[in-house]
């Protein structure tokens, strides 16, 4: 099939410039201050292609330069069994696992994929580069998987604790390596080490939250449910670690509020987190744009503790311009926290009333739904859009997995030399 990229700029979230892609540009060059870029298409209106199945579907909305192999979209439909629990009469779930039933086919159960599809596509067909990218459990997994099937060389950098998230349904090829940071470090530790790395012109940075493919990746969550519901929601709920996916899920009811015909009304972004691990809960909730102040010892104390393992990140995309500060404030929304005694709760309602099984993280989505319901937050006729980041690893292991075992275990602070001595023998 060919395929045309769909045209694009970057703007500077922080001063409006506009700019050109070189490729695979992260920041504006030119500002002085900590900013996302985003994505701003020459096509202003959403067109599904009827042409393309899978998350390609909505590839004018991403800066994407080819197809790659097994991409899934998220499924949306609207809830009845949570939604007549919770006395709710426009719930939407958006669903981003495996649950065959309802269509949802994502093979590693999370909407990571979206954003490792999306990623994946924004390199050249050829690019020569080794990607990196860091983790705190899902988001390794859905990029082992798509690297794996697409013949697209990957180091992944994940706290050695978190390493049981990397389960696979079949194995992976040999140029995946998973290099772990030692028991006892978090997910910002993984990002260290990741970063050192890249010094290496050997390796690519994926870019987290800064690229633009990861977020307009996930964003076709907030697609996904405008195409079933026709229109854009009132609120969004959605658990956060580095709030990447909500930020996501603002920029495109932005874009659809500019196409002008899925409604008016801009779309409260609800997010939450898993406490003790609340450093943006506890900020927003001081009024601050800052980051309030988390040692490096306590955030992996905090880590350990809390059940949704990926919520875990001690410097989240929450101050920058563009960042989850200025969403939650544009968006008129607000920040939750629920403990781990609530998540296995929502895990287990949610399992009896809509008959699938999700992951810690969604559990918590859906404990901040009922939340901002009980604090009048919310009406229970508004269109609601709950964003089920994770489920369904039921039925996707149902004939078994493989666990991808550390191909390295290496400290963040070892000599930069060193770190990109070990790696590099992984490849030679």
Not at 127 to 142: E, M
Not at 258 to 264: I, K, L, P, T
Not at 315 to 325: D, F, I, N, T, W
Not at 369 to 392: P, R, Y
Request: charged letters at 25%; aromatic letters at 10%.
């Amino acid at each position: 099939m060919g395929f045309t990229p769909t045209k694009y700029q970057l703007v500077n979230t922080g001063t409006g410039r506009l700019f050109e892609d070189t490729g695979w540009t992260l920041a504006d060059p030119e500002s002085s201050e900590p900013a996302l870029v985003r994505a701003v298409y020459e096509n202003k209106q959403f067109i599904p292609r009827e042409d393309i199945k899978g998350l390609y579907r909505y590839s004018n909305w991403l800066p994407i330069r080819r197809l790659i192999k097994h991409s899934h979209a998220p499924v949306t439909y609207k809830s009845k069994g949570l939604a007549q629990f919770l006395g709710l009469e426009n719930l939407y779930i958006t669903f981003s696992g495996y649950f065959p039933k309802i269509g949802a086919k994502m093979e590693t159960c999370s909407f990571k994929e979206t954003e490792a599809y999306a990623v994946c596509a924004r390199l050249p067909k050829n690019d020569k580069h080794i990607l990196v990218v860091q983790s705190a459990g899902n988001t390794a997994r859905a990029f082992a998987k798509v690297c794996s099937d697409n013949n697209i060389p990957l180091v992944i950098c994940i706290p050695e604790d978190n390493i049981n998230d990397l389960w696979f349904r079949k194995r992976l090829k040999p140029f995946i390596k998973v290099v772990a940071t030692p028991h006892g470090t978090d997910y910002f530790d993984a990002i260290t080490l990741g970063n050192i790395l890249c010094k290496d012109p050997r390796y690519l940075a994926e870019g987290g939250a800064k690229n633009i493919a990861r977020r307009d990746g996930m964003g076709t969550t907030v697609l996904s449910a405008v195409e079933a519901i026709g229109r854009i929601p009132d609120a969004y709920f959605q658990a956060v670690g580095s709030g990447t996916g909500a930020i996501a899920a603002w920029e495109n009811s932005k874009r659809l509020l500019a196409d002008g015909r899925f409604g008016n009304n801009k779309m409260k972004i609800f997010a939450v987190q898993n406490t003790p691990f609340t450093i943006m809960y506890d900020s927003w909730k001081a009024g601050s744009r800052e980051l309030v102040p988390l040692s490096a010892d306590q955030s992996r104390r905090n880590s350990e503790i809390i059940l949704a393992k990926v919520l875990s990140n001690r410097k989240p995309s929450y101050s920058m311009a563009g960042g989850l500060y200025d969403v939650l404030k544009e968006s008129g929304g607000d920040m939750f926290k629920v403990t781990n005694d609530e998540i296995v709760y929502w895990m287990l309602q949610f399992f009896n009333v809509e008959g699938c099984d999700i992951f810690p993280a969604a559990a918590s989505a859906v404990a901040s739904l009922k939340k901002a319901l009980d604090g009048g937050q919310i009406t229970n006729d508004e269109v609601i859009m709950l964003n089920i980041s994770g489920g369904g690893m039921l039925n996707a292991t149902k004939k078994g997995f493989e666990l991808k075992k550390p191909d390295l275990v290496l400290s963040p602070d070892l000599p930069l030399e060193e770190i990109i001595s070990k790696v590099n023998k992984l490849f030679d």
